[in-house]
Structures are given as C-alpha cells and as structure tokens.
Nanobody
Framework: VQLVESGGGCVHTGGSLNLSCAGF????????MKWYRQRLGMERELVAG???????LFGDSVEGRFAISRDNAKSTVFLQMNNLKPEDTAVYYC????????????WGKGILVTVSS
C-alpha cells in the first residue's frame, strides 16, 4: 500500500496550491480520504476529509478556503488550498481509512507547504 503526495511547495500569502495524493494497493473507492497537517511544534490536526460517498468535512481554520475532492477512477484525492496564510505552513499528510474513524488506515510520507508573508 502506498499514498503518494505531490503538489507542495512555497507560495506567498494569498496564493494557492493544489495537493494531490495517489493511492496504490488498496480499494481506493472504498476508503474515506483525509488530509492532516503538522505545524512545527504542534500536534497533527485534521485539515479536511471526504467520505467514500463524497461527504466532506473541514477543520475550522481552513473552512471556506480549502476544498477537497476525489477521483476514484484515478485513485486520487485533491486538496485545493486558496488564500493561503503563513499559519498554513506545515507538512501535509494524506490518510486513507476504510471507515471514517475505524478500520485499516494508511498514511503518506507527507509533503511540505510553506507560505511566506
């Protein structure tokens, strides 16, 4: 099983990035997909999630700025990040779990997003 993130990098405040996460080796369409992030010195936090039926959930700090979507045909989940702020600087992790909060789960290695002021 692999989750491979891409699309990170460095942007200025107010900029946008689109993260992608491709899943391999598991039935992608049967899994809920989430993005977490870990800021320096802080615990990992949920950024956004999308269920296998397409329901979405966002963390309070990104609501209205980020969007999550999935393409089951490509086994890929996306995180569109708009109006980025310096406090969005973090390592972003892709997560797959068979149920929303139960079952087998997998993590990507993480990808760095840096937002400069």
């Amino acid at each position: 099983v692999q989750l491979v993130e891409s699309g990170g990098g460095c942007v200025h405040t107010g900029g946008s990035l689109n993260l992608s996460c491709a899943g391999f080796g598991f039935p992608f369409s049967d899994f809920a997909m989430k993005w977490y992030r870990q800021r320096l010195g802080m615990e990992r936090e949920l950024v956004a999630g999308i269920s296998k039926t397409g329901s979405t959930l966002f963390g309070d700090s990104v609501e209205g700025r980020f969007a999550i979507s999935r393409d089951n045909a490509k086994s890929t989940v996306f995180l569109q990040m708009n109006n980025l702020k310096p406090e969005d600087t973090a390592v972003y992790y892709c997560h797959a779990r068979r149920g929303w909060s139960y079952g087998a789960e997998y993590w990507g290695k993480g990808i760095l997003v840096t937002v400069s002021s």
